[in-house]
């Protein structure tokens, strides 16, 4: 007798990959793109796309970015007419984490406030926030400690995102001190946690 394909009983419960979406950032820590992506993949049962600003477009090559990028031209030339993608939605959609990596300081202030003009800023201001999002502060010393930054980051943890603190260096800019992104093995650390806990809902 032939096994039988139709009874769902019997169906393998099929877990599908882990949708990470990185947000990228006109930081100069978005030099860091490319291994943050690889070391994201060396995750097992992770799949990563990215969406940049046009500033981030700055401190990396797509090439150097072996999974799929998404910029603002995509989000419009989606869109021509009513049955077309959405794409800042879709992104939504798909994604069961976002990270954001580095989020600069001009970013920051938009994601506080709820401005969205642009394809990342409209992901997140989309973002269901029962779905985990990290973000990853990255300025100017003089920048961080400003009082503005304070409240504006205290304003993302009260929206339920969860941030991994900048650290102490020397900038690139020659400024000593804080305001440095998080080191990415820290940063795939604390993504290797979240999976850990929302690892099992992944089942389709
Ligand atoms: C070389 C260079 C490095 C920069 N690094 C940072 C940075 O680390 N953090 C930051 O908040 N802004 C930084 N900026 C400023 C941002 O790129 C600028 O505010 C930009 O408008 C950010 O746009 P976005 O948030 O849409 O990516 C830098 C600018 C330049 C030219």
């Not at 100069?28 to 993949?41: F, G, I, Q």
């Not at 993302?156 to 093995?185: H, N, R, S, T, W």
Request: aromatic letters at 6%; one cysteine or more; hydrophobic letters at 45%.
């Amino acid at each position: 007798m032939e096994p039988s394909t139709s009874c769902p009983a019997a169906a393998p419960l099929v877990k599908r990959p882990f949708h990470v979406l990185v947000g990228v950032t006109g930081s100069v820590a978005a030099l860091k793109l490319p291994l943050l992506v690889s070391r994201l993949l060396d995750i097992p049962g992770l799949e990563v796309a990215v969406v940049t600003t046009e500033r981030a477009k700055h401190f990396y090559s797509p090439q150097d970015i072996p999974v799929t990028l998404y910029s603002d031209a995509d989000e419009w030339e989606m869109w021509k007419c009513r049955s077309d993608p959405v794409l800042h939605i879709d992104l939504r959609r798909w994604a069961d984490l976002m990270l954001v990596a580095p989020l600069d300081a001009n970013t920051l202030g938009k994601v506080a406030s709820g401005i969205c003009d642009n394809l990342l800023t409209c992901v997140i201001r989309a973002w269901d926030c029962r779905k985990p999002l990290l973000f990853c502060p990255a300025m100017n010393t003089v920048m961080w400690e400003h009082p503005i930054t304070a409240q504006q980051v205290g304003q993302l943890k009260a929206f339920g995102y969860v941030e991994i603190p900048c650290v102490a260096k020397k900038l690139v800019c020659g400024d000593q001190g804080l305001g440095a992104m998080a080191e990415v093995g820290t940063i795939v650390d604390k993504v290797k946690e979240v999976l850990f806990w929302h690892g099992d809902s992944q089942e389709s």
